[in-house]
């Protein structure tokens, strides 16, 4: 399966942008996706992952401001980003668990195995 995210790019602090991600190719059966992002200088973090099942966790950073959704007729997972902030800015990646069910507890943001190339998001203030 391969992953494209595209609807990165550059807005000012307060404003809104909607990540897209497309799954195509071989298509197994994709029970967690999920949106990280690696912040300058910063190791990759969760911002938030999805279950099959309906089931969606948080980062904390990313609560309250930011929803995660599907359309799985499309193939493609998005990411509603609103009343954004400098401390936003970063490379955002889509990510697929292929076989699993997203984990919970600390364990929500591990075992993601398939990823996109990523797309920057700018905040200016």
């Known amino acids: 399966v391969q992953l494209t995210e595209s609807g990165g790019g550059s807005v000012q602090a307060g404003g809104s942008l909607r990540l897209s991600c497309l799954a195509s190719?071989?298509?197994?059966?994709?029970?967690?996706m999920g949106w990280f992002r690696q912040l300058p200088g910063q190791e990759r973090e969760g911002v938030a992952t999805?279950?099959?099942?309906?089931?969606?966790i948080y980062a904390d950073s990313a609560r309250d401001r930011f929803a995660i959704s599907s359309d799985n007729g499309k193939n493609t997972l998005y990411l509603q980003m609103n009343r954004l902030e400098p401390e936003d800015t970063a490379v955002y990646f889509c990510?697929?668990?292929?076989?699993?069910?997203?984990?919970?507890?600390?364990?929500?943001?591990?075992?993601?195995?398939?990823w996109g190339q990523g797309t920057q998001v700018t905040v200016s203030s």
């Open positions: 999805m279950s099959s099942y309906g089931n969606i």
């Open positions: 190719g071989d298509m197994p059966t994709i029970n967690c």
């Open positions: 990510a697929a668990r292929l076989g699993y069910y997203c984990g919970g507890g600390s364990e929500w943001d591990r075992g993601f195995d398939h």
